[in-house]
């Protein structure tokens, strides 16, 4: 747990996540964002907005952040330069967990996609070009067509 101060000089609680990325550094290890917030589980607080994104749920009371170590959430990233001219990615949002409906909706799509896959397979049509076929002319003795 970090902590700073407030424009009143009092001490601020705040808690860092780290998120491993599926990308390595040059060394193998696993790339880390971190994300740092004030310990304010108040609804406009990016604290409380987090926990939202990452349990999908509404935090009731006291939330126990050690329950949140392991979720697997995709995440935005945006690349900003800062004063000091390095590269900094940093986390715009976190994807909330589907909602049930969301999963059958999209369990039934992949279904329906298999379904046309395996229908187009099936009824491989191949096309075929038409018979030459001569053409209507008439031709005189000497061999020109009118």
């Not at 009371?61 to 959430?73: D, K, P, V």
């Not at 049930?100 to 395996?118: D, F, G, L, P």
Request: charged content about 30%; some cysteine; aromatic content about 8%.
């Amino acid at each position: 747990m970090d902590s700073t101060y407030d424009d009143d000089g009092q001490e601020k609680q705040r808690e860092r996540f780290v998120w491993e990325c599926d990308e390595t550094d040059k060394w193998g290890n696993p790339l880390k964002l971190f994300s740092t917030y004030n310990l304010s589980l108040h609804p406009k607080s990016y604290l409380f907005r987090a926990i939202v994104d990452i349990t999908g749920e509404v935090p009731e009371g006291e939330c126990e952040l050690n329950g949140l170590l392991g979720a697997e959430r995709g995440l935005t990233i945006k690349h900003d330069q800062g004063s000091d001219g390095r590269m900094y990615a940093n986390i715009v949002a976190i994807f909330r967990p589907k909602t049930k409906a969301e999963s059958a909706e999209e369990r039934r799509v992949a279904s329906i996609m298999e379904k046309v896959k395996q229908e187009a397979r099936k009824s491989h049509i191949v096309a075929h070009a038409p018979e030459a076929q001569p053409p209507d002319t008439v031709e005189s003795d000497g061999g020109i067509p009118f």
